[in-house]
């Protein structure tokens, strides 16, 4: 009896060293997330690497625990409902869409499955009827709005002290963008309010940029202001900075990616940082939260870049009173 009590403590004993270190040998489970683009991968691909990296500070590494199945629409209506349905489909532990269009798109595609979605800088979220109040969102969407209708009038002020006073000043508006609309109301009260005369150019994509620009200069338009949310602009900033300074026409954007490749100026949000709060977001749905409960954030602070070297090259003058409000000039 002694000698098969001993058997059984050694076999406990063994046991306690066993299991622990079975679990410890066991695969974490993976997360999966999507992510859907109304562009392409490589003009954002900086911001899929801030989203990324504030996922390893909450301990979630692509390959090891996290599963990101990416959807480029490249600016094609179409592409971007089969990838919202696509990811709909997968049953995903969240999606992030990241702008408007993207956001609308999977909405529609989640009405039956409910799967959660982060949405990242989106103008308006309420007015564009995707959530109920930015308190309680309501549904399966939360995030971060990007408020660029309440930047406009802040991002013409600026712009209009570096143009002359009778300026004209043309307006980019992408035809296929459900806010814009809704922006460029108002920017026409923010103009009117300034005294100054707006010229809405449509474009419904990168082959219209042209013929924006001949209208520019048909026109006789001193200036030119991109409306901001618009992932097809910044998808295709390279060509729009290119032509700006082809046709030396000083051009206002939303986000300074397009001064640091050589636009004049922009007033906005700091997209890099916006998409590592949405990291945030993502973490505590996948904890268990749900988007209904997780308030949509509000922007609290916008970034002025310059862009002396294009100012030269263009020949306007950057006020010195203008140039200390500046969070960066680029020289």
């Not at 993976?30 to 690497?49: A, D, F, M, Y």
């Not at 349905?85 to 408007?100: H, N, P, Q, R």
Request: glycine share 6%; hydrophobic share 45%; proline share 6%.
């Amino acid at each position: 009896m002694q000698y098969s009590i001993k058997i059984l403590v050694l076999s406990a004993a063994a046991m306690s060293v066993l299991v622990p270190l079975a679990l410890a040998q066991a695969p974490e489970k993976s997360k999966r997330v999507g992510i859907i683009v109304n562009g392409t991968s490589g003009p954002r691909r900086h911001l899929e690497q801030a989203f990324l990296e504030a996922m390893r500070e909450r301990g979630y590494v692509e390959g090891r625990n996290l599963v990101l199945e990416r959807r480029f629409a490249d600016g094609s209506p179409e592409r971007l409902r089969e990838g919202a349905s696509e990811l709909a489909a997968l049953k995903l532990d969240a999606i992030v869409a990241t702008c408007s269009p993207s956001t609308n798109a999977v909405k529609q595609a989640t009405t039956a499955s409910g799967t959660p979605i982060v949405m990242a800088n989106v103008s308006d979220p309420v007015g564009q009827g995707l959530i109920a109040s930015l308190a309680r969102p309501g549904g399966n969407i939360t995030g971060s709005s990007s408020q660029a209708d309440e930047t406009l009038p802040k991002m013409l002020e600026l712009f209009s002290a570096v143009l002359p006073k009778a300026a004209r000043v043309a307006v980019l508006h992408n035809t296929r963008n459900p806010v814009h609309p809704r922006l460029w109301r108002e920017l026409l009260l923010a103009g009117k309010a300034l005294d100054m005369t707006l010229v809405r150019i449509d474009v419904a994509g990168p082959k219209d940029f042209p013929a924006a620009f001949d209208t520019i200069a048909r026109e006789r338009l001193g200036a030119l202001l991109v409306l901001p949310d618009d992932n097809m602009t910044m998808n295709f900033r390279a060509r729009l900075v290119e032509l700006a300074t082809t046709h030396r026409i000083p051009t206002a954007y939303g986000v300074r990616e397009f001064v640091v490749q050589g636009g004049l100026m922009s007033y906005g949000l700091n997209y890099a940082l916006s998409y590592r709060r949405t990291a945030g977001y993502v973490d505590k749905i996948l904890a268990g939260a749900k988007p209904a409960d997780l308030p949509v954030e509000q922007p609290t602070r916008f970034e002025f870049v310059v862009n002396l070297k294009t100012a030269k090259e263009l020949g306007v003058t950057i006020p010195q009173s203008l140039l200390v409000r500046a969070d960066e000039v680029i020289q």
